[in-house]
């Protein structure tokens, strides 16, 4: 089974930085886009930013300009630098990887992120 280990979360101050790291292992077969979410305490999961397989990158508006997703498919690795950390951004940030099949689809159990004012 495809196990997803986060690292990098941890305590910053605002306007900050951090890098997260998303490593799969297991028997990965054909994942297509890379990504990661995030939640809050009593909020929905939202999505932070995903790669596809060529590259394509989409970002939710609270972040773009501020983090970098990234992806190393040799090493089925993906990363999210952040930049500019607000208190808004505290949140446990979860990994997802996804492939064509519906049944293609993980998760991380997630690393939190915390930033002071």
């Known amino acids: 089974q495809v196990q997803l280990d986060e690292s990098g979360g941890g305590l910053v101050q605002a306007g900050g930085s951090l890098r997260l790291s998303c490593a799969a292992s297991g028997s990965i077969f054909r994942i297509n886009a890379m990504g990661w979410y995030r939640q809050a305490p009593g909020k929905e999961r939202e999505l932070v930013a995903a790669?596809?397989?060529?590259?394509?990158?989409n970002y939710g508006d609270s972040v773009k300009g501020r983090f970098t997703i990234s992806r190393d498919n040799a090493k089925n690795t993906v990363y999210l630098e952040m930049n500019s950390l607000k208190p808004e951004d505290t949140a446990v940030y979860y990994c997802n990887m996804k492939g064509a099949l519906a049944v293609i689809n993980y998760w991380g159990k997630g690393t939190l992120v915390t930033v002071s004012s």
């Open positions: 790669i596809t397989s060529g590259g394509i990158t």
